[in-house]
């Protein structure tokens, strides 16, 4: 039977890190936050004064006992020196100071779908192979391999990109320059989660007894990057005078999430439809 686990360290305990614990101990848990600036955590979270760069940081890690961590720190910088620090050093930091069994049972990483560098549209899922075109999927794969390898109880969870309250890059872009003018032939198709629902997820696979592998982060529906800006023009009232070959893209491809559904987990927000309309309505009360 699945149940919440005792006790959890939560290491780069951020905006995600966050919402994962407040789920956790509303449902009877013990949390632990991991962070640089502890103060900002909940009051009912434990709190560790934390850098993942900082070798004697993890000292304090070494000293808990936990039942389950989840790994999901962020890159100070869009750079690969960045990513390498905080991702692959991390992992390997984190197989050398956590010992495998006693009380501990799972091990979530927090990844993300750029380790399919995929441009034609492909249909993705966890059995695809993983091939980055970029810095970013490159080096979280070499950490998800390091802790594959290791004797830890991992699950790696790879996540579409995060929106919701206070990410709101898109609604911003729509405001200042409108939405597309014109529709691109063939689509960019993009992929994403609300991050309610990554949290959910999360917190759905660090209560499971027999978790798989890797499970892809996303909701219901992929959907082109045209049809999601002409969405938002339409909620916001912006123009469509937008000429989409302006924006770089990163990739097309369209992720399943079959598999994490298995696990009972289902998206509050299951296309991006639901979500947006709900970050648009909340502004306007």
Not at 34 to 54: H, K, M, N, S
Not at 131 to 144: D, N
Not at 189 to 216: C, F, G, M, Q
Not at 223 to 236: E, G, I, K
Request: net charge neutral; charged share 25%; with cysteine.
């Amino acid at each position: 039977m699945n149940a919440i686990p005792e006790r959890t360290l939560i290491i780069g305990c951020g905006d995600l890190g966050i919402r994962v614990g407040n789920r956790l101990v509303a449902a009877g848990g013990s949390v632990t936050g991991a962070r640089r600036r502890p103060e900002a955590l909940p009051d009912a979270f434990q709190r560790i004064a934390f850098d993942v760069t900082d070798a004697l940081a993890w000292d304090r890690v070494a000293g808990t006992t936990p039942s389950a961590i989840i790994y999901c720190v962020a890159a100070d910088e869009s750079t690969e020196l960045a990513y390498r620090r905080a991702y692959l050093e991390g992992a390997q930091r984190l197989v050398e100071t956590i010992t495998p069994g006693g009380s501990l049972n799972r091990v979530v990483f927090v990844s993300s779908t750029s380790v399919y560098g995929v441009n034609d549209g492909t249909w993705i899922d966890e059995r695809s192979p993983a091939r980055p075109s970029g810095f970013r999927g490159e080096v979280l794969l070499e950490a998800e391999r390091v802790l594959a390898d290791s004797s830890l109880p991992v699950t790696t969870l790879r996540l579409a990109g995060l929106y919701g309250p206070g990410r709101t890059r898109l609604i911003e872009m729509v405001r200042q320059r409108g939405g597309p003018s014109t529709e691109e032939a063939p689509p960019t198709w993009t992929n994403r989660i609300h991050i309610d629902d990554a949290a959910a997820a999360i917190t759905t696979i660090v209560s499971l007894d027999d978790a798989a592998p890797v499970y892809i982060g996303v909701d219901d529906e992929p959907s082109s990057r045209y049809d999601v800006l002409r969405f938002l023009a339409s909620r916001l009232g912006a123009p469509n005078d937008l000429d989409l070959t302006t924006i770089p893209k990163r990739g097309s491809k369209r992720c399943r999430n079959d598999a994490l559904r298995t696990t009972g987990w289902a998206p509050r927000y299951p296309t991006y439809r639901e979500g947006y309309a709900s970050m648009v309505d909340a502004e306007r009360r």
